[in-house]
């Protein structure tokens, strides 16, 4: 199948790009990499009259440190988080989940503005963005704004950003010395959309008490999703086996996953305690 005709605009600013999209009347759609929507092009999943290309707006480029916070450019190419050296020190979860996204062709053209405006909940970026505590800019026709990442995510692919709105930015509070951090993911092969995956971060005490933890899931739901409960559960503790256990039954009431043909949600359910559990056994071994 091909995709339907449609007109070509390569915008040179943000707001060339915004002006264009109100002209087509709800009919455009914005693409960079391409990644998600060539796909979706080709086999008519959308039709938009119009397409409007980012890749030529130079200030959506660049990854750098800026009023505290770690800039990360919505173009910034999937395997640039891999490799760039202020998201590998400021960001480490970030370069910690990229080699499990998707293969090297598609890390080499995908970007994190698109991967994160796209929200799709079995992927890898929403959920560490919960997980490091980023912000999400966004720039629409009244100018630029900032949304935190857990008030981003609202539904199965649909976000805070309003339609027309286009993710500038992640802004990432710069990891503090000692964090501690831990992410993976259960897939049937390497590539794969994961049955569960999670992403930590935290800090521990000289004691080895857990003095901050933030937990996120993905693959479990429309939406990735904080594990609050989990989280309680070991802060102000050590992470022995009986904080690790008390957090995987908190799991119970922090995750609600989906049920399907292929993973039924009981087995998503059991997936993400097992894995919980190995990623907090992975951050003590660190402390």
Excluded: C, W
């Amino acid at each position: 199948m091909k995709a339907r005709a449609f007109t070509y605009v390569r915008a040179r600013s943000l707001e060339e790009a915004v002006t264009r999209f109100g002209e087509a009347d709800g009919e455009a759609s914005y693409i960079s990499g391409g990644q998600s929507l060539v796909p979706a092009l080709a086999l008519r999943l959308q039709a938009p009259a119009v397409i409007i290309d980012l890749a030529g707006i130079a200030t959506l480029r660049g990854v750098m440190l800026e009023d505290g916070a770690l800039r990360i450019g919505a173009l910034t190419r999937h395997a640039d988080v891999l490799t760039h050296p202020l998201i590998g020190a400021h960001a480490p979860l970030l370069r910690e989940a990229a080699p499990h996204v998707a293969h090297p062709a598609i890390r080499n053209r995908g970007t994190i503005g698109g991967n994160i405006a796209l929200a799709d909940p079995a992927s890898e970026f929403p959920a560490m963005l919960l997980a490091i505590d980023a912000r999400v800019e966004i720039f629409g026709p009244a100018g630029f704004r900032q949304v935190p990442a857990d008030d981003y995510f609202l539904d199965l692919y649909q976000t805070a950003a309003e339609p027309g709105e286009i993710v500038t930015a992640i802004l990432v509070p710069p990891a503090p010395p000692g964090t501690v951090i831990a992410m993976d993911e259960l897939a049937r092969r390497r590539g794969d959309y994961a049955m569960v995956g999670a992403g930590l971060q935290g800090r521990f005490s000289t004691d080895r008490t857990v003095e901050a933890l933030r937990i996120a899931f993905f693959s479990v739901g429309a939406t990735p999703v904080r594990a609050k409960g989990a989280e309680t559960a070991v802060i102000g503790n050590a992470l022995d086996a009986v904080a690790i256990a008390k957090a995987q039954r908190a799991l119970d009431d922090d995750l609600d996953p989906m049920d399907d043909e292929e993973v039924p949600a009981a087995m998503r359910r059991h997936l993400a305690r097992v894995l919980l559990g190995r990623l907090l056994q992975r951050m003590r071994d660190k402390t």
